[in-house]
């Protein structure tokens, strides 16, 4: 069935709902290239398809880059020259499109292997499939359970709590074959078998770090760097995170176990405490029970055992301090040593950085030599 050709105003036209403005921005230049060829040739080309939605609105499947985040219209690379042409409305082939499809089309037209587009692609496809709008193939039951993730989540080898998202189990692999093009590798010992190219791998690295919010991680580590990059970068700071997390997580543990020995500590020596001044408090109506009966001898019995009794509830008690004492100091010192590691932590990519400088700098003086 041929699509509806229908003369759209630019001010109804509306981007893919799948398109990532801040990830993927719009190219200036192609838009400016396709503009001049508006004005030359005083024809607008037919090659952008949309759908209709509510409020008179067409949202477009393909045909179009970003607009900037300043421009008051969602609009696309010929929508956008269109606009700069001075044309007040464009021909749109309309079609019933449902979600899954203009996320199919939209990644299918943007065949590049650009990291913003790829990061745009591989974060849509997890999120349409999240979400129950399109369906790609079940991981194998021997695949690693290390590798497999639950949409819309990217951290791997994690299943989520809330038991409807079981049902969208996805790999790099799966995500791949389902985006197509260049998103596929060959790979695998049977001939036709496929697997995730490293764009795809970079892209989930990079989303998995931010879904981990990852301090010190964000666009600026990796813009301008290539695809092989980017994967050893992002398998290098999983690593350290996890070394960290390790880390302070068994200084938790001890901080835990002493906190909870200083609380047992506590209340022994709160109950020794009870337990002397209710003796003490025996002893002393004993005392005077005898003094009252004129029994001296019993009486200075009573006060000799009390006595005793008071110096040796004193020095339980000063050693219980004493306990108490030992366990603060432990707990200061170990935060004090995770303060420290904490700071060694933020200054390991600096120092890295600062080597690897050093390095190439000596690589060049000894070139020269």
């Excluded at 194998?140 to 989520?160: C, E, L, M, Q, W």
Aim: charged residues 35%; positive net charge; glycine residues 6%.
């Amino acid at each position: 069935m041929l699509p509806e050709i229908e003369m759209v105003p630019l001010s109804k036209i509306k981007d893919n709902p799948w398109r990532d403005k801040k990830r993927n921005p719009i190219d200036l230049d192609k838009v400016e290239q396709i503009a001049e060829s508006i004005v030359s040739t005083k024809e607008f080309w037919i090659g952008v398809y949309g759908r209709k939605v509510a409020g008179g609105f067409v949202e477009l499947a393909f045909g179009h880059h970003r607009a900037d985040a300043a421009k008051t219209v969602d609009t696309g690379d010929v929508i956008e020259a269109a606009k700069s042409a001075g044309l007040k409305a464009i021909p749109v082939a309309l079609r019933d499109f449902t979600d899954g499809e203009m996320l199919m089309r939209m990644t299918r037209e943007n065949l590049r292997g650009e990291l913003p587009v790829v990061l745009e692609a591989v974060s849509a496809a997890v999120r349409a499939l999240g979400e129950g709008k399109i369906e790609i193939p079940t991981p194998d039951p021997k695949t690693n359970s290390s590798v497999i993730r639950y949409a819309p989540s990217f951290v791997p080898g994690h299943k989520p709590s809330v038991s409807t998202e079981l049902t969208h189990p996805y790999t790099a692999t799966t995500l791949a074959i389902f985006l197509g093009g260049i998103y596929t590798a060959p790979g695998g010992r049977k001939e036709g078998q496929v697997q995730a190219s490293n764009s795809v791998v970079a892209a989930l690295g990079i989303l998995e770090l931010e879904e981990k919010k990852i301090t010190g991680f964000s666009d600026k580590v990796y813009n301008g760097k290539s695809i092989r990059e980017i994967i050893p970068m992002v398998s290098d700071i999983k690593e350290r995170t996890i070394k960290v997390q390790e880390r302070r997580g068994k200084t938790q543990a001890e901080l835990n176990e002493l906190r909870e020995k200083q609380l047992a500590a506590q209340a022994k020596a709160k109950a020794d405490e009870k337990e002397a001044e209710e003796k003490h408090k025996a002893l002393l109506k004993k005392e005077a029970d005898a003094r009252r009966e004129e029994n001296n001898r019993k009486a200075d019995e009573l006060a000799a055992k009390r006595k005793e009794a008071d110096e040796r509830a004193k020095a339980k008690e000063e050693l219980n301090k004493q306990r108490v004492k030992e366990l603060d100091e432990k707990i200061a010192q170990k935060k004090a040593w995770e303060a420290q590691q904490t700071i060694q932590d933020e200054y390991k990519p600096i120092r890295r950085d600062v080597e690897a400088f050093i390095s190439k700098y000596e690589m060049r003086i000894s070139e020269r030599n």
